[in-house]
C-alpha cells in the first residue's frame, strides 16, 4: 500500500469519533419539571411522523411539511396533557426557543386536543427537502396563526413553563 494511502486511512480512522461525536450531538431539548429529553437528528427522524401543508406566511406560498408534532414531545417529556390538563396547569406556557436566540410563547393547552383542533408541528422536511440553513435543524409550523412570528426557525428547545403565581 502506498504511503499516502495508509496516512489517508489513518487520517479517516482518526477522524471517524469526531465525526461519530457529531452526527450523535442532540439537535433538540424538550424540557418539563420533571424530565428532560434530547433528541439527536435521526432519535427525531425516528419519532411518529405527520404531514401537513400550510402556507408559509413570510413568503405567502403553500409548503408541505414533515416531522413530529409537538404535543407528541410534549407527552413523551411527561407535560400535562389530556385529563392532567386542568386547574393550575392550565397556566403553563411552553417557550420554544431558537439557535439565534429567538423565543416565542405558547399556551400548553394549544398543543392539546381538547383544546384546538389544529396541529402545531416541528418539522425536519419542507417539501420533501431538508429545510434551507436558515431554519435548519428544526422549524415551528403554526397553521392557522396570521402572522408568521410564532413560526419559529432553527429551534432547539422546547420548554414546559409555569407562570409567575397571580398577585
Do not use: C
Not at 411518529?48 to 413570510?58: C, G, Q, S, V
Not at 413568503?59 to 392532567?84: D, F, I, M, W
Not at 392550565?90 to 426557543?97: Q, S
Not at 381538547?114 to 422536511?125: E, G, I, Q, V
Amino acid at each position: 500500500m502506498p504511503p499516502f494511502a495508509r496516512l489517508a486511512g489513518l487520517t479517516l480512522l482518526l477522524a471517524l469519533p469526531v465525526l461519530h461525536a457529531f452526527a450523535a450531538e442532540p439537535i433538540l431539548q424538550v424540557i418539563t419539571a420533571d424530565k428532560t429529553l434530547a433528541f439527536t437528528a435521526a432519535e427525531f427522524a425516528a419519532l411518529p411522523r405527520t404531514e401537513l401543508t400550510a402556507i408559509e406566511p413570510h413568503e405567502k406560498k403553500e409548503r408541505r411539511y414533515a416531522g413530529v408534532t409537538v404535543r407528541e414531545l410534549l407527552t413523551r417529556a411527561g407535560a400535562p396533557l389530556g385529563e392532567k390538563l386542568r386547574g393550575p396547569a392550565l397556566t403553563l406556557g411552553v417557550l420554544v426557543r431558537s439557535r439565534d436566540n429567538y423565543t416565542v410563547l405558547y399556551a400548553l393547552a394549544e398543543f392539546d386536543e381538547a383544546f384546538s383542533s389544529r396541529t402545531l408541528l416541528l418539522a425536519d422536511r419542507e417539501d420533501g427537502a431538508p429545510p434551507p440553513a436558515s431554519a435548519a435543524p428544526l422549524r415551528l409550523v403554526a397553521p392557522g396563526d396570521k402572522r408568521g412570528a410564532r413560526w419559529a426557525r432553527m429551534v432547539t428547545s422546547i420548554e414546559v413553563v409555569p407562570l409567575p403565581a397571580s398577585r
